[in-house]
């Protein structure tokens, strides 16, 4: 009766285990200062780019609609003001993005600038 002892490792199957493991782990003990500072870099334009993307997106459409009103159903008045609202739509869109990210970065600068000195004193 032969006692012998196997071990069977897996990189993929442990990376899965740790990936599960840090759903479940309190919040300071799951990122590193490190990575929040990442986080909050990259949080900075994600709202700002959907909003202004949003309304780009729908400043087109608007200016579609004007057109057709304009060319095929021979609405004038309507496709010239709806002209007008989508173009104005769309030159608002990025000075959205920009006013959004300004205000957001006041927002995370004290939090970022506590997490880089503290990462820069270690």
Same mark, same amino acid.
């Given at each position: ?5 196997? $071990?069977? $490792?897996?990189? @993929?199957?442990?990376? @899965?285990?740790?990936? *599960?493991?840090?759903? $479940? ?8 200062? %490190? ?19 949003? !309304?780009? *997106?729908?400043? *087109? #459409? ?11 159903? /021979?609405?004038?008045? %309507? ?5 007008? +609202?989508?173009?104005?739509?769309? !030159? ?6 920009? /006013?959004? +990210?300004?205000? /957001? /970065? ?5 939090? *970022? ?5 503290? #990462?820069?004193?270690?």
């Amino acid at each position: 009766m032969s006692k012998s002892f196997t $071990y069977h $490792y897996s990189a @993929e199957r442990q990376s @899965e285990i740790d990936a *599960i493991r840090k759903k $479940y782990l309190p919040p300071a003990e799951q990122e590193s200062k %490190l990575e929040q500072l990442r986080k909050l870099d990259a949080s900075l334009t994600t709202g700002a780019l959907t909003a202004s993307v949003a !309304l780009g *997106i729908a400043s *087109i #459409l608007v200016f579609g609609a004007g057109m057709c009103c304009f060319l095929v159903w /021979r609405l004038w008045v %309507l496709g010239a003001l709806l002209c007008v +609202v989508g173009v104005i739509g769309m !030159l608002a869109a990025p000075v959205l993005y920009r /006013r959004l +990210v300004e205000k /957001r /970065r006041k927002q995370i600068a004290p939090e *970022i600038l506590r997490l880089t000195e503290e #990462l820069s004193q270690k």
